[in-house]
């Protein structure tokens, strides 16, 4: 069984991809997971004879990679789509499958073809689509994109249109792509944060013992909503949606 978690931001994704792979690592013997395997931001490497996902980007680069990228030659990063693809079945022929965490605006014709294919989707999704919205629009103005308690005064960020129709294009893209995966499952944020072991019973997989449940409060000073400086204006673009 291969299972990709595909999904848009701010929807508690990284969170689902830690609390899925010990599970499937156990039931099917998965090698790693990949996240943002596709991304155009990121590229593919070797470490201790298995795949990882590293950013292109060294200021972005997650503390604690496994690898130094600026110690891997050009031609050793793994960066077309096909050469992704023939890597990653090279793999899987060698008795190595991965978790991927793919984001809708990462796919391409080219990966879908395969992707579509190959994988069962954990097409994960947020109920509050409002909610999503904000948080995004909050992390992409303060430049914060963890969860860390943050202070901000009431009006202090402004939502602009062009975050919104990008949002709102996150979206558009995400369903078309589901639409066309051939396997697929729909999980929800909320349901998952708050129960955990929902996501091993609808996989039909080993609940762990005591899944760790996370809180999907906003851990702002504030409600993100009194943070955004046009607040009425933002309401009147969702409710048109």
Sequence with gaps: MRYLIFTTPRTASQYVEQLLFPAVQEAY???GWLSEAFSPSRCLVDADGALCSVSLNEEKREKGSPVDLAQVPEDQRIISVPDRIKRIEDDFDAGKTYLFRVMASHITEESLDYLADT???ICLERRDKLSQ??????????????????????GSVTYRRESFDAFMEDLTQYREIMA????????????ITAAPESLFETLGLKTPPQPAAKDFKNSYSIEPLDMIANREEVLGWFKKV
């Design 119 to 121: 994988y069962t989707f």
């Design 29 to 31: 013997g998965y090698a």
């Design 133 to 154: 919205g904000l948080s995004q629009a909050i992390a992409k103005e303060s430049k914060r994109w963890g969860r860390a308690t943050h202070d901000f005064a009431p």
């Design 180 to 191: 066309r995966a051939k396997n697929k499952i729909t999980v929800f944020s909320e349901e």
